[in-house]
């Protein structure tokens, strides 16, 4: 299946792509086998970012010029592939996941794609990953899709090391609709962190409806 937004029909979903840039083979190939492994029950579709979400992620770390960028939660590593193509040359990407299994998908494209120079992955747990990160300002932009329990955390533990004006993404952020009655934990989590970052000071904050929510904050 290709992900999409909860809030769109099959056919506007596939209107949005068809008028966007498409994704090259190397990106195509790894949705596609990424679906694969969702088809096969091997790994959740949910955890797969959709194609439009990445094409602007890509755009987006190009225009702010970023030149170091942080990702906690790379799955087979799509995410990662769009961001560490909108770095110049000289640009780093770090990468923070659990799983061996699905980031080594991830290291095959990257390198496929001529970046693996620009990714490093390191694997462990995330909170422990960022709190031994030095507490100074170091990314310009950082991607949060991994625990929806632990991003208070992430959140907290990324704003003395986004520079200023840097840009963090908060995937999912919409829990496809749940926000507005939250059934679980990770549910619950999310609806009150929108909440808190809302009227939080430290943040400029925008809630886009893209995929199932992004949350955009850009550091004070």
């Not at 010029?65 to 110049?88: K, M, N, Q, W």
Request: hydrophobic share 45%.
């Amino acid at each position: 299946m290709t992900p999409r937004s909860f809030l769109l029909t099959p056919e506007l979903g596939d209107y949005v792509r068809a008028a966007s840039e498409p994704p090259d083979d190397v990106a195509a190939d790894l949705l596609a086998e990424t679906a694969a492994l969702a088809d096969r029950g091997e790994a959740s579709p949910t955890f797969q970012i959709a194609p439009e979400q990445g094409a602007f992620m890509q755009l987006l770390t190009r225009a702010l010029g970023a030149r170091r960028a942080v990702e906690i939660g790379t799955f087979t590593g799509y995410s990662a592939l769009c961001v560490a193509r909108g770095l110049p040359a000289d640009g780093w990407l770090l990468c923070l996941d659990v799983s061996e299994e699905w980031t080594a998908v991830a290291r095959r494209y990257w390198a496929r794609a001529g970046l693996a120079d620009r990714i490093e992955l390191r694997l462990g747990d995330a909170h422990d990953s960022l709190r031994a990160l030095p507490a100074e300002p170091t990314f310009d932009l950082a991607f949060v899709d991994a625990d929806k329990e632990g991003y208070a955390d992430y959140v907290e533990q990324l704003h003395p090391r986004m520079t200023g004006n840097g840009v963090v993404l908060l995937d999912n952020t919409l829990a496809s609709g749940h926000v507005f009655a939250p059934e679980t934990d990770a549910q619950r989590a999310i609806a009150e962190l929108n909440v808190a970052l809302a009227t939080d000071p430290r943040w400029e904050t925008v809630l886009l409806p893209l995929a199932d929510g992004l949350t955009m904050l850009r550091r004070r």
